[in-house]
């Protein structure tokens, strides 16, 4: 099974807008599949996470991702990203 259709239940090129908005209609958190960019993002800002992902089992970048909203969850500082409500 491929990763994004591990993570959305669709292939990669099956995926639409809406489905990202249901993705992050809920809190989502960054793992070692998926990253999230929020905002204005620059191609030389990406190849650590690009490399990254070539250098393991591969992954997801999701570019234009909402803005992330650190929390404090067990002592660690951790990032969150949902749309707003």
Known sequence: ???CKSIFNKEIYDLEIDDLKAFF???QEETS?????SGAVEVDTIYK??????N???G???IG????KPILLDGK???RFALAT
């Open 56 to 58: 393991t089992e591969g």
């Open 77 to 79: 500082k951790r990032k």
């Open 1 to 3: 099974m491929s990763i």
């Open 60 to 62: 997801i970048l999701v």
């Open 25 to 27: 209609s809920t809190e």
């Open 65 to 68: 991702a909402p803005e992330e």
């Open 33 to 37: 599949l998926i990253e999230f960019k």
């Open 49 to 54: 996470e690009v490399a990254a992902f070539l």
